[in-house]
């Protein structure tokens, strides 16, 4: 799923959905409607079906990307800062529906994002990457980075803390 949903606007959400199904299945059409309008069920969006993205939230939107992210069942779903831009209570509701996902249909989710709400509320296991280091910096549960990270800038980082040597000092 891309951060902004990459939704199509001039489709409603059913065909959204079903396009993946459209393009690499060649399923009954009633079967792919159904399997769409399924997919929009499980993140609560099936009376919603006929609208278009405009006419919804940005929540609802990102609940919808995720719903085609599963139209064809992946065991594996990467999504893109699916909370980025949303107020908090619709993030922890993205939280919760992403956590629920995982549960019900045993799909592992790889979400990349700088909410540390989120990745206290998701996350099982944390990778983080460092663009001077080119790779992996630091790896473990949210609790473990917080608390024993070896790097102070990851301990930093899950702390919340501001950086010492780039602290500004107002006189």
């Given at each position: 799923m891309y951060q902004s949903g990459a939704l199509f606007g001039s489709m409603t959400l059913l065909e959204n959905v079903q396009l993946p199904l459209d393009e690499f299945t060649e399923l009954p059409e009633p079967i792919k409607e159904l399997a769409a309008?399924?997919?929009?069920?499980?993140?609560g969006l099936?009376?919603?079906a006929d609208k278009r993205p405009a006419e919804l939230s940005g929540g609802m939107q990102k609940r919808a990307a995720i719903a085609r992210a599963m139209a064809l069942d992946p065991g594996i779903l990467f999504l893109d800062e699916p909370s980025a831009?949303?107020?908090?209570?619709?993030?922890?509701g993205i939280d919760l529906l992403i956590k629920g996902l995982a549960h019900h249909f045993n799909i592992t989710f790889v979400i990349v994002t700088h909410?540390?709400?989120?990745?206290?509320?998701?996350a099982d296991r944390v990778v983080m990457l460092g663009s001077q280091a080119k790779g992996i910096i630091a790896e473990g549960t949210p609790a473990q980075l917080r608390d024993g990270a070896a790097s102070p800038w990851v301990r930093r980082f899950f702390n919340r803390e501001p950086d010492?040597?780039?602290?500004?000092?107002?006189?």
């Amino acid at each position: 799923m891309y951060q902004s949903g990459a939704l199509f606007g001039s489709m409603t959400l059913l065909e959204n959905v079903q396009l993946p199904l459209d393009e690499f299945t060649e399923l009954p059409e009633p079967i792919k409607e159904l399997a769409a309008l399924a997919r929009l069920k499980m993140v609560g969006l099936d009376a919603a079906a006929d609208k278009r993205p405009a006419e919804l939230s940005g929540g609802m939107q990102k609940r919808a990307a995720i719903a085609r992210a599963m139209a064809l069942d992946p065991g594996i779903l990467f999504l893109d800062e699916p909370s980025a831009g949303l107020d908090p209570i619709t993030s922890a509701g993205i939280d919760l529906l992403i956590k629920g996902l995982a549960h019900h249909f045993n799909i592992t989710f790889v979400i990349v994002t700088h909410e540390l709400a989120s990745i206290y509320s998701i996350a099982d296991r944390v990778v983080m990457l460092g663009s001077q280091a080119k790779g992996i910096i630091a790896e473990g549960t949210p609790a473990q980075l917080r608390d024993g990270a070896a790097s102070p800038w990851v301990r930093r980082f899950f702390n919340r803390e501001p950086d010492p040597s780039h602290s500004v000092q107002l006189t």
